[in-house]
C-alpha cells in the first residue's frame, strides 16, 4: 500500500490497515491530510484482507484541528465533515489511536471512529469557543452522547481538554495503552482483541437519556459556564447545539450546529478572537533581532527578593522544573517568603491542579539564601525588590560583582529605567527588564524590556525563558510605565476625574464590566490595597484627591473592609458607601468642578479611548513594534476581554475618525490637551486606515 500522499500513510499488519496522518507540526487538519485520510478510506473499503482499521497520528498530535489558515478562503472539498462521514459509512470497524493532542476538529474526527484508545498523558478536548466558535463537524452533538450532557457541555464551553485518564474514565477512550513500547503495535494489538463491530455514536443516543429525563439538567449545567464565559455569544451558540442533540435526530442537529457555526464566524467576537489568537504568534517574533542569534542556556535561576513578586516569579522556575536560588536580607522575610510559596502549593494541590508529590518536587528546586555568593551558578538572576531606583542601582552592582559572567541580569521593575539600572554594572549588554504581573505564578503576561545596550543574546535569551516558564513575552522599549502600565495611567486619571464631574464608583466600575473586564479599576484597587498607589504616588510626587482622600480616611480597601466600596461580613461583597459619596462630592466642590450626570456610553469611552490614543504615542516612539504586542499585553497582563480584540484592534473596529472626533470633542470640554488625538491615530484615521491592518492581511 505505502503512502497515500506525502502526509498521509497506509500499511497492513495483518488483517488491520493502519492510516497514519503525519502534516507536521500537529497535523492540522488541511486539505491534503483531509484528501489524504478519504483515499485511505476507499482503499481500506475495497480491500478484502483488511477486517478493522487503526487511524493515528503522530507521537506529539493526533491532531490538532482545523487548518485556522483556510478560514476564509473558499471550501475544498472533502471537507471535514465528508471524512468523518465516510469513517461512519466505512464497513470496518475503526480504532482512534491518540498518543498527543487530539483537539478541535481532531477530537472530532477521532469521535467519527467506532473506538478510541490513547495514552493517559494524551489531550482531548473542543478548543474553539476561544476562537469564538463553536465544534463545527459534529462536536456538539456527537460528544454529549459519548460523555453525556453535563460533561460534554463542560469541556465544549471551557474549552480545555481533558487528559487522556480522564478521557478513560468519562467513556470517551474505550482503552489507555501502555506508555512503553511500539504505540502503533499496541493499537493494532488492542484493535484486533476488541474491535470486533462498528459502534457509529450518530446512530444512537448514547449517553443521552439522562438529560432527556430531566428537563432542567443542561439549563443548570449551563448556568455557571455562561457566567463564566469569555467568548459569550459563542457559549450561548454552544448550548443551544447541545439542546439540539437532545431535542432533534442526529442529521437535524448536526445541520443546526453548522448554522450556529457559520453565524459565529461571521461574528465581531469570533473575528476578535481570531486576530488576538494571530496578535499573539505575532508577539512572538522578537524585532531587529539578528539573524542566527541563540538564546543562552539556563540551567539555574536565581531571584532576588521573597516577597509576594519575587516568591511568584521563583515558583515559575520550579515549576518548569529549573532550580531556583531565592535571595532575601533576613531570615524572618525568607521565611515568610517561603511560607507563601508553601501556602500556594498547598492550595493548588486542595484544587488538584497538581499532586501533592509534584508540589513536592518543585519545593525541592528552591535554594533559599542570605548570601549573594549563592547566586553564583544561576545563568538568569531576576532582582524583585521595592520599586525604587536607588535600591535597585544597588542590588544591580551586588549581581555585577557575584554572578557569572553571561548571566542575563533582570529588573522586575513596573516602571523604572532600566538603562539607569544597567549603568551601575560593568556588562550593560546582560541587562535588561522582565516585568512580571501579579500574581506572577499565574499570569501570563511576561514584557521584556529592552535596554540602549541589551545584547541580542540577552534579548533572545530572556523571550526563551519566558515561553520555558509558560509566559507570553512580549518585547517593549525603555519608558515610564513600558506599555501596559503608561496606558494604565491614562485610565487612571479619566477614572479620578470622571468621579470629580459626577460619576459615582459603581457607575465607573460597571461601565468596564459590561464592556467584558472582570473587574472595574476601582473594584480591583480596593482588592489590591489602595495604601499600595498611594505609597506609589507619595514617591513619584503624584496626587489622586479622591484616592488619597479615602486613603488619608482609613479606608485601604478589603483589607480594612471599606475603600472604594464598604465591604461586608464576608470581606470580599462590595456595597456602594455613602461616606465614599459624600467624600467625592466634597472633592468636586473643593476642586469647582459641577457635577453631572454621565451615561454609560461617555464612561465607557473617556476610560478607554485615552489609552488607545496612548497606545497611538507608543507605537510612533517605537517602544511597541506593532499594534498587536500592544493588544496582546493588555489581554494578557490587565485582563482585556479577548472577544474585543485589545484596545488598538477594538479601536479599529469602531473606526479611528470616530475615536478621534471623540477624543477630540473630550479635549475642548476639559482643557486638557493630553486628550486630543496623537498625531499617529490622527494621520491614520485621515487615510482610513487602521493600528492593526498589519494582521488583516492574515487570514481570518
Not at 39 to 56: E, F, G, K, Y
Not at 89 to 114: F, M, N, R, T
Not at 544 to 553: G, H, K
Not at 651 to 672: C, K, N, Q, W
Request: hydrophobic letters at 45%.
Amino acid at each position: 500500500m505505502g503512502n497515500i500522499n506525502a502526509v498521509v500513510d497506509l500499511r497492513n499488519d495483518g488483517e488491520v490497515a493502519v492510516i497514519v496522518m503525519d502534516r507536521p507540526p500537529v497535523n492540522a487538519l488541511g486539505h491534503e491530510l483531509r484528501e489524504g485520510v478519504m483515499q485511505a478510506l476507499a482503499r481500506v473499503a475495497a480491500d478484502p484482507a483488511v477486517a478493522r482499521v487503526v487511524l493515528t497520528g503522530t507521537a506529539r498530535a493526533f491532531s490538532g484541528g482545523a487548518d485556522i489558515t483556510e478560514f476564509g478562503k473558499p471550501p475544498r472539498e472533502p471537507n471535514l465533515r465528508q471524512v468523518i462521514t465516510a469513517l461512519e459509512e466505512l464497513p470496518k470497524p475503526v480504532v482512534a489511536a491518540i498518543q498527543g493532542s487530539a483537539l478541535g476538529g481532531g477530537l472530532e474526527l477521532a469521535l467519527g471512529c467506532d473506538h478510541r484508545v490513547g495514552l493517559a498523558s494524551a489531550r482531548l478536548g473542543l478548543p474553539e469557543i476561544k476562537l469564538g466558535l463553536l465544534p463545527g463537524a459534529g462536536g456538539t452533538q456527537r460528544l454529549p452522547r459519548v460523555l453525556g450532557v453535563e460533561k460534554a457541555l463542560g469541556v465544549i464551553i471551557s474549552g480545555d481538554p481533558l487528559t487522556g485518564t480522564k478521557a478513560a474514565e468519562g467513556g470517551l477512550l474505550d482503552a489507555l495503552l501502555p506508555a512503553e513500547g511500539d504505540f502503533i503495535a499496541a493499537a493494532v494489538s488492542w484493535a484486533r482483541a476488541h474491535a470486533a463491530e462498528k459502534r457509529v455514536l450518530s446512530r444512537g443516543d448514547g449517553k443521552l437519556a439522562e438529560a432527556r429525563a430531566d428537563a432542567g439538567l443542561l439549563d443548570r449545567a449551563a448556568k455557571g459556564l455562561l457566567e463564566r464565559a469569555r467568548a459569550r455569544l459563542a457559549a450561548r451558540a454552544c448550548v443551544e447545539a447541545v439542546r439540539a442533540a437532545l431535542d432533534k435526530p442526529f442529521t437535524e442537529g448536526q445541520a443546526f450546529e453548522r448554522e450556529k457555526f457559520m453565524e459565529l464566524v461571521s461574528s465581531d467576537e469570533s473575528k476578535a478572537l481570531r486576530y488576538a489568537f494571530f496578535a499573539e504568534r505575532e508577539a512572538q517574533k522578537v524585532p531587529n533581532l539578528p539573524a542566527g542569534v541563540e538564546a543562552r542556556p539556563v540551567r539555574r535561576a536565581a531571584v532576588i527578593g521573597a516577597g509576594t513578586m519575587g516568591g511568584g516569579i521563583a515558583m515559575n522556575f520550579a515549576n518548569a522544573g529549573i532550580p531556583v536560588t531565592i535571595l532575601e536580607m533576613d531570615q524572618a522575610a525568607l521565611d515568610r517568603g517561603l511560607g507563601r510559596v508553601e501556602a500556594n502549593y498547598a492550595t493548588s494541590v486542595k484544587r488538584g491542579s497538581i499532586t501533592a508529590e509534584q508540589a513536592a518536587r518543585r519545593r525541592a528546586l528552591f535554594q533559599p539564601t542570605l548570601d549573594y555568593a549563592a547566586i553564583a551558578e544561576a545563568d538568569i538572576v531576576i532582582e524583585a525588590v521595592f520599586e525604587e531606583m536607588e535600591l535597585k542601582k544597588k542590588v544591580f552592582a551586588l549581581l555585577d560583582a557575584h554572578a557569572r559572567p553571561g548571566a542575563v541580569l533582570a529588573s522586575n521593575t513596573s516602571y523604572l529605567d532600566i538603562n539607569e539600572m544597567a549603568a551601575v554594572t560593568s556588562r550593560p549588554g546582560d541587562v535588561l527588564g522582565m516585568h512580571f504581573f501579579s500574581p506572577a505564578n499565574v499570569m501570563k503576561l511576561l514584557e521584556v524590556v529592552r535596554g540602549e545596550k541589551t545584547s541580542p543574546e540577552a534579548l533572545a535569551t530572556a523571550v526563551a525563558v519566558g515561553r520555558a516558564i509558560g509566559k507570553v513575552p512580549v518585547v517593549v522599549g525603555v519608558c515610564d510605565g513600558f506599555v501596559g502600565n503608561r496606558m494604565l495611567s491614562r485610565r487612571g486619571g479619566q477614572a479620578e476625574r470622571l468621579l470629580l464631574e459626577g460619576a459615582l464608583p459603581q457607575e465607573v466600575d460597571r461601565a468596564l464590566t459590561d464592556f467584558g473586564f472582570r473587574m472595574g479599576p476601582f473594584a480591583m484597587g480596593d482588592l489590591a490595597g489602595l495604601d499600595i498607589g498611594w505609597r506609589l504616588r507619595q514617591a513619584r510626587g503624584g496626587r489622586a484627591i479622591i484616592a488619597d482622600a479615602l486613603v488619608e480616611a482609613g479606608r485601604l480597601g478589603q483589607k480594612t473592609g471599606k475603600g472604594y466600596y464598604a465591604y461586608g461580613a464576608d470581606g470580599r461583597t462590595a456595597t456602594p458607601d455613602p461616606e465614599v459619596e459624600a467624600i467625592i462630592t466634597a472633592a468636586s466642590a473643593a476642586q469647582g468642578i459641577p457635577r453631572r450626570a454621565i451615561d454609560q456610553t461617555e464612561i465607557l469611552e473617556r476610560l478607554l479611548f485615552p489609552m488607545i490614543n496612548e497606545g497611538a504615542r507608543i507605537l510612533a516612539e517605537g517602544i511597541a513594534a506593532r499594534a498587536a504586542d500592544i493588544d496582546v499585553i493588555w489581554m494578557h497582563g490587565y485582563n482585556w476581554p479577548a472577544f474585543q480584540g485589545g484596545p488598538m484592534y477594538y479601536a479599529d473596529r469602531l473606526g479611528l475618525p470616530y475615536v478621534a472626533r471623540r477624543l477630540t470633542e473630550f479635549a475642548e470640554r476639559s482643557g486638557d490637551e493630553t486628550l486630543r488625538p496623537a498625531p499617529l491615530l490622527a494621520e491614520l484615521a485621515a487615510a482610513g486606515r487602521g493600528f492593526t491592518d498589519s494582521l488583516e492581511k492574515k487570514p481570518t
